[in-house]
């Protein structure tokens, strides 16, 4: 079981927008930065959102994150067949003093 | 361009030692405030982090698998090495290993190895 929290599954019509949520605790997402990623099928991890709300450059502006206390939210606007993925939340954890990641988010865009 | 890349083997049996490495480009492992670390994922699973290295040889363990967990760095060669022993049919997963940014998050990774531990 997972320290971070995300829904299994969202789903949306091309176009549209979806938002994922990462729940955690003040120990991890209250007090430490967020990065999201993107998991392709069949390829590794790519960085998203770093820093909560920051995007690497090449991320299209589409991709959105923010935080609020112990939870982070995930926005991708006008979604594109292409954008279906896993995305996976991240954090440090200070009580445990480990990486922490969420149990992953499949996004299909219908 | 940062570039890492994940080399072993792909077939362990069990209460073998798996040992992992990681051979990058793009940056210094002597550089103030870069790391290393390594993340696996079980077939259909989420991703799990085992452990990291930073330039001052700090090193960082998952709690939970610590006990079975080494890493070091060879800052001469660009590589980063992973051992697990004792391993175990669970352990079957894609090992990655990924740039770590400033304490913050991994921004580059590597295509994944896939380790399957059986008999």
């Known amino acids: 079981q997972s320290v971070l929290t995300q829904p299994p599954s969202v789903s949306a019509a091309p176009g549209q927008k979806v938002t994922i949520s990462c729940s955690g605790s003040s120990s991890n997402i209250g007090n430490n930065y967020v990065s999201w990623y993107q998991q392709l099928p069949g390829t590794a991890p790519k960085l998203l959102i770093y820093?909560?709300?920051k995007r690497p450059s090449g991320i299209p502006d589409r991709f959105s994150g923010s935080k609020s206390g112990t939870s982070a939210t995930l926005g991708i606007t006008g979604l594109q067949t292409g954008d279906e993925a896993d995305y996976c939340c991240g954090t440090w954890d200070s009580s445990l003093s480990a990486v922490v990641f969420g149990g992953g988010t499949k996004l299909t865009v219908l | 361009q940062i570039t890492l890349k994940e080399s072993g083997p792909t077939l362990v049996k069990p209460t073998q030692t798996l040992t992992l490495t990681c051979t990058f480009s793009g940056f210094s492992l002597s550089t103030s405030g870069v790391g290393v670390g390594w993340i696996r994922q079980p077939p259909g699973k989420a991703l799990e982090w085992l452990a990291l290295i930073y330039w001052d040889d700090d090193k960082r363990y998952s709690p939970s698998l610590k006990s079975r967990l080494t890493i070091t760095k060879d800052t001469s060669k660009n590589q980063v090495v992973l051992t697990v022993t004792n391993m175990d049919p669970v352990d079957t997963a894609t090992y990655y290993c990924?740039?770590?940014?400033?304490?913050?998050?991994?921004?580059?990774w590597g295509q994944g190895t896939l380790v399957t531990v059986s008999s």
């Open positions: 990924a740039h770590r940014l400033q304490f913050r998050t991994f921004d580059s």
């Open positions: 820093d909560n709300n």
